[in-house]
């Protein structure tokens, strides 16, 4: 006999989940009730899970295989009939949205915080993905979070943990737990999607790359599809086991944090392509020998070749962008003659675009990129599209991008990050900011053309969303846009991104930082960084 349980616990302070999930530090999170709590908010909050089948699982950080447990348990003691658990409870988020769809599940479950740092004294996080396979909506997490506020019991049963390591059907309770190959589902999409005949060939004719799964989640992915299923070299995947703690690394993959490809790929004997992916596998680093392929020129690159693609082969319905990210991508949507959306930043913006087949690929300049194959931004997908338009162009990586910024001319980008700074001083910067009335004012040799806070109503339901990020555009389409990262766990951290639009293929080779320094002066100055933060520089520069 079954013993269903039901505990009486009340609410948790601060269980309102951020741009993607709750993320909180792992001692937050073992707090006796804390994740339970949460875990019942979902369950009550997504309608009736009688009968219903859930996926599971996370980035294999610190506390991912004790809340599997718990969780597990709270399915069955919530009626759930079946939980898919990823082996090892292993599942990146774009393989969890593949399994989502796939299996029509109501939604799953997905523990990470994405490229926060693992371990006891670092960062846990949960979020839920809807039947759809996406990032839940905002009236989604809203009304999580009104649930924790009001909490006051959690359903569980009392029985033994499961072996999470052993493929096969278990038990537990009256719900069956369905250990699974989490690689599997997730490698034969990509095969439907890409030429792996054509990417096998290049490898096999010599071409080097290095994928650095940074410790985190895409390690066994990598392994199994690009030294496995396309038959490259072993070692080509770099770090590419999962540990609790992604090895003290920052599992983000940018030119500060995926240092150890960074100096393969910039140093002597450099291979021919690098790309990163982070913690739970959604994000993605493009680099080729000595060159750094910024995620805004990635989706424009991509977009422009994706014919090459067996899954995009008869073309795009249209491309999707968040706002800070450049405006490079519009340029190939008005040369192929389709709609460039701009959307908030936030993948889940991008789910009613691509569920009304309005875009077919989606970027974002936080090193996201994907299309309508899942509803989550997608690493190892971006990777292999790259991999794809390579084996069919032949060409390196440097190369294409530079006959891209010839063909649509070259948006400079650069982001300035400042992290950990106060939280009411980046409050009273944007508040600053806001209040600013700058149309046709000249700073520096620029001319404002308007000023705003991005506000967004979705084209497909029509939902409202304000305060989305302050920009200042100038008259010749260049702009400065600030906003508060929404990802953090420490302080608040301002993002500052620069953009200018440089037609002349002769100032192409420039240094971002270069090209773009008067911009970046009229930028701190407007917003009176150092006046208002102490910070003379910023923390992170890509
Ligand atoms: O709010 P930020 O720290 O700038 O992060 C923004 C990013 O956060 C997460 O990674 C989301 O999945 C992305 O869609 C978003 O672009």
Redesign the pocket.
């Known amino acids: 006999m079954t013993a269903f349980t039901t505990i009486q616990t009340r609410p948790f302070d601060g269980q309102k989940p951020?741009?993607?999930g709750l993320r909180k530090k792992v001692r937050v999170f073992q707090q006796p009730g804390y994740l339970e709590n949460f875990v019942q908010a979902i369950f009550d909050s997504i309608g009736d899970c009688t009968g219903k089948t859930l996926a599971l699982g996370g980035d294999g950080r610190f506390f991912n295989r004790e809340a599997i447990q718990i969780i597990l348990k709270m399915a069955a003691g919530n009626g759930f009939a079946r939980v898919m658990v990823g082996q090892g409870g292993i599942l990146s988020t774009p393989a969890a949205s593949c399994v989502i769809r796939k299996y029509q599940t109501f939604g799953g479950i997905i523990l990470s915080a994405?490229?926060n740092p693992g371990g006891a004294d670092e960062d846990f996080g949960i979020k839920y993905n809807i039947p759809a396979g996406g990032?839940a909506p905002e009236a989604v997490t809203e009304a999580i979070y009104a649930r924790t506020q009001q909490i006051d019991e959690y359903h569980t049963t009392q029985v033994g943990d499961v072996d999470l390591d052993q493929l096969g059907e278990y038990p537990l309770g009256d719900m069956v737990v369905q250990v699974f190959d989490p690689v599997a589902d997730y490698a034969a999409l990509m095969q439907e999607l890409f030429d792996f005949d054509a990417i096998r060939a290049l490898f096999a004719g010599g071409f080097r790359m290095k994928f650095d799964a940074m410790h985190a989640v895409t390690g066994p992915y990598a392994k199994a599809i690009l030294e496995g299923l396309l038959a490259a070299p072993a070692g080509t995947v770099m770090n590419g086991t999962p540990l609790e703690d992604f090895g003290h690394g920052h599992p983000d993959p940018n030119l500060v944090h995926a240092h150890d490809l960074v100096e393969a790929l910039f140093g002597a004997d450099a291979p021919d392509f690098g790309a990163a992916s982070d913690g739970d596998g959604?994000?993605n680093m493009i680099l080729g020998r000595g060159f750094y392929v910024t995620p805004s020129d990635s989706l424009a690159v991509l977009a422009a070749n994706a014919t090459l693609c067996p899954g995009y082969a008869k073309g795009l319905a249209g491309i999707a962008r968040?706002m800070p990210t450049s405006a490079a991508a519009d340029r190939v949507a008005a040369a192929l003659g389709i709609p460039c959306y701009e959307t908030p930043?936030?993948?889940?913006f991008f789910g009613t675009l691509l569920d009304a087949g309005k875009a077919t690929l989606c970027g974002?300049?936080?090193f996201?990129t994907g299309s309508d194959h899942v509803r989550e931004?997608d690493g190892l997908w971006a990777v292999l599209m790259w991999l794809n338009v390579l084996a069919k162009r032949q060409q390196p990586v440097a190369e294409i991008v530079r006959e891209h910024w010839a063909k649509y001319g070259r948006n400079v980008y650069s982001r300035h990050d400042y992290e950990a700074i106060d939280s009411a001083a980046a409050n009273g910067l944007m508040e600053h900011l806001r209040g600013l009335d700058l149309k046709g004012q000249s700073l520096g040799a620029y001319k404002v053309a308007f000023n705003d806070d991005f506000a967004y109503t979705d084209p497909v339901d029509g939902s409202v969303s304000t305060k989305q990020g302050v920009r200042i555009v100038f008259d010749d389409g260049s702009r400065v846009v600030f906003?508060?990262?929404?990802?953090?766990t420490e302080g608040a951290?301002l993002?500052v991104y620069i953009e200018q639009f440089q037609p002349d293929p002769a100032q192409h080779h420039l240094d971002p930082q270069v090209a773009l320094a008067d911009l970046i002066k009229i930028a701190r100055d407007v917003a009176q960084i150092e006046a208002r933060t102490g910070r003379t520089e910023p923390t992170v520069i890509t």
């Open positions: 951020g741009t993607s994405s490229h990032p959604d994000r968040s930043t936030g993948w889940k974002e300049e936080s996201g931004k906003r508060l990262s929404g990802t953090g951290t993002r």
